[in-house]
């Protein structure tokens, strides 16, 4: 099985950056029996700049993280001792970790996505190493950033064609509303294309995410065909728990699996034009009872000048984003042929990722 498992900040630091060590060490612990069962498992752990905060006022007897350049300090400083925290718990186990730092701009290529790719499986193939992912906080573009990282977690799973994300929070799952709420209910379970139940964002002290964000993320999942396990990482044995399937946190179920491509194409943001579509195809996508793919006659304008092989926004008449799609032809093409049958397809099916 393959397994993606992130732990947000507050869940495995302290407010002034202090690893929370028995339960890192109770989570590796769980990471390493997964290995020894042939399972593939990448962590992807955020707490790189509260580990430098730790760092800095301890050695250089400052705070730091008041200015983008100081937290860019505090993610360089912090990644290290982050670092040393996890593969000193390894080697204890005689396993290495192994370190993956990434930026949004890694994944706007196919090519670099690609690559990317081939270094996790090439690592995964060892069962004495255990990937550790984290943003490149310290180069990372502000314009570029991930959301959080539930946000990198997502891309990696989606990457990997993983089984299950697992995210590790500080919450016991999703509630219907504030857990802190009167009448506050744990949701066990939600299913493809419930619409996702309405949670109040719950924002963390160190990180940039919350619920809402990781709630998101697992919806984005359950297209894919992944399945999100919500859940926090104090339970004892948490992950186990979860291949058992026992009933833990919130589970977002997946929907059908999607290939590769559509993987790639459901989370890459760099799109050089868009078309928008008729509302009879609109009607006929929504639908979601056949296999469709984007023809001329079926698009009503295009915008951008895109190029074999790029990116396309799908538009419907009111201009809602309903897709992406790779263009099969270039935008001059495409004007000749816009409303035109018997002309070939701008978007082939297999090329076409619907929200």
């Not at 929907?255 to 009607?283: M, Q």
């Not at 032809?329 to 409303?339: C, F, S, V």
Request: charge should be positive; glycine fraction near 8%.
């Amino acid at each position: 099985m393959k397994i993606v498992i992130k732990v947000g900040t507050q869940s495995i630091l302290s407010n002034d950056g202090t690893p929370f060590e028995p339960i890192l060490l109770h989570l590796i612990e769980q990471i390493i029996t997964l290995k020894k069962d042939s399972h593939q498992v990448v962590l992807v752990s955020s707490g790189a700049v509260a580990s430098g905060r730790k760092a800095a006022s301890q050695i250089l007897g400052r705070q730091y993280g008041f200015s983008i350049g100081e937290k860019q300090v505090l993610a360089s400083l912090g990644q290290y001792e982050l670092m040393h925290v996890y593969a000193s718990m390894l080697k204890k186990h005689n396993m290495l970790a192994s370190q993956l730092l990434l930026t949004k701009q890694d994944f706007q290529t196919r090519q670099h996505y690609l690559n990317i790719s081939r270094l996790l499986h090439e690592i995964l193939l060892h069962k004495n190493i255990v990937p550790i992912i984290n943003e490149n906080d310290s180069v990372a573009i502000k314009e570029l950033m991930f959301t959080d990282n539930d946000e990198l977690a997502g891309l990696i799973a989606a990457m990997m064609n993983a089984d299950k994300l697992i995210i590790l929070s500080n919450v016991e799952g999703v509630y219907t509303k504030h857990p802190n709420e009167i009448g506050a209910e744990l949701i066990s379970t939600i299913s493809p294309n419930s619409g996702g139940p309405k949670i109040s964002a719950i924002k963390s002290l160190n990180g940039r995410g919350g619920m809402i964000s990781k709630l998101g993320t697992a919806h984005k999942m359950s297209g894919l065909g992944i399945t999100t396990h919500i859940v926090s990482i104090n339970n004892p044995l948490v992950v186990m728990r979860i291949l058992k399937e026992e009933s833990i946190g919130t589970t977002i179920l997946p929907s059908k699996k999607k290939s590769n491509i559509k993987r790639w194409i459901a989370y890459s943001e760099k799109k050089t034009g868009s078309i928008t579509i008729n509302s009879c195809l609109v009607d006929i996508i929504k639908e979601n009872k056949r296999i469709v793919s984007i023809l001329p006659v079926g698009i009503e304008k295009c915008t951008g000048d895109f190029k074999r092989g790029d990116l396309i926004k799908i538009l419907t008449p009111s201009n809602e984003e309903i897709g992406i799609g790779l263009a099969k032809y270039d935008a001059n093409q495409l004007n000749e042929y816009i409303g035109h049958s018997s002309k070939p397809e701008f978007i082939h099916y297999d090329h076409l990722h619907i929200f």
